[in-house]
């Protein structure tokens, strides 16, 4: 099992920033591609950003690409979210999760899932 728990969400003007961390327990962190994602109401979980096991490779949903960075530190079983220049349109639920296998762009490949943390921007 993984644990994850997310942090650093919160209220921001429109063009502002935020950092989201996700910190893991349990099994070997490194072991684990990394994705975040978010779900507005009455939305679809959407795909964000996704990093390799070693940090190496990453990948961006075009809503992300330019305005948001994926990073992690296996040493701190840490992975973050770097959210800039956001937009009204950028309020939802975010979540981290894990993925055994691939560096999935698709939520349904992920084995384990954050509570998530709420970011609202406003205009």
């Known amino acids: 099992q993984v644990q994850l728990v997310e942090s650093g969400g919160g209220k921001v003007q429109a063009g502002g920033s935020l950092r989201l961390s996700c910190v893991a327990s349990?099994?070997?962190?490194?072991?684990?591609?990394m994705g975040w994602f978010r779900q507005a109401p009455g939305n679809e979980r959407e795909f964000l950003a996704v990093i390799s096991r070693s940090g190496g490779s990453t990948a961006y949903a075009n809503s992300a690409k330019g305005r948001f960075t994926i990073s992690r530190d296996n040493a701190n079983n840490t992975v973050y979210l770097q959210m800039d220049s956001l937009k009204p349109e950028d309020t939802a639920v975010y979540y981290c999760?894990?993925?055994?296998?691939?560096?999935?762009?698709?939520?349904?490949?992920?084995?384990?899932w954050g509570q998530g943390t709420q970011v609202t921007v406003s205009s």
């Open positions: 349990g099994r070997t962190f490194s072991n684990y591609a």
């Open positions: 999760a894990a993925d055994a296998q691939l560096m999935s762009r698709n939520h349904r490949d992920y084995d384990y």
